[in-house]
C-alpha cells in the first residue's frame, strides 16, 4: 500500500510564489503514474504538470513558464514549484504518485 501526502498550501497574492512537496511511502514499485492536478470549484480535475516515462516532463498551458516540477526519487517526493500565481489558480491541488492520490492541498490566490 503507498501513502501520499502532499504540503505547502495555502494563501498566497498574485504574482507570488509557493511550492508544493508530495512525499510518497510504502511500497513503490514504481513513481509512474506521477504528477500534479489541481481541482477548483466547479470544475473536474486537471493535470497541471506531470513526469512521463523517460524523463519528459508535461504541463497545462496555462502553467507552462510559471510552474516547475521536480522530484527527488531517493526521497519519493515530488515538488511544483508555482510562481507568478494567478487568481485562476485558485484549487485544491493533487498529487498522483505511483497511482496513489493524496488528499490534497488547498491553493488560494487572493490580495
Known amino acids: 500500500q503507498v501513502q501520499v501526502v502532499e504540503s505547502g498550501g495555502g494563501l498566497v497574492q498574485p504574482g507570488g510564489s509557493v511550492r508544493l512537496s508530495c512525499t510518497a511511502s510504502?511500497?513503490?514499485?514504481?513513481?509512474?503514474?506521477v504528477g500534479w492536478y489541481r481541482q477548483a470549484p466547479g470544475k473536474q480535475r486537471e493535470l497541471v504538470a506531470g513526469f512521463a516515462i523517460g524523463g519528459r516532463t508535461n504541463y497545462a498551458d496555462s502553467v507552462k513558464g510559471r510552474f516547475t516540477i521536480s522530484r527527488d526519487n531517493a526521497k519519493n517526493t515530488v515538488y511544483l514549484q508555482m510562481n507568478e500565481l494567478k487568481p485562476e489558480d485558485t484549487a485544491v491541488y493533487y498529487c498522483?504518485?505511483?497511482?496513489?492520490w493524496g488528499q490534497g492541498t488547498q491553493v488560494t490566490v487572493s490580495s
Open positions: 510504502g511500497s513503490i514499485r514504481s513513481i509512474f503514474p
Open positions: 498522483l504518485y505511483s497511482g496513489r
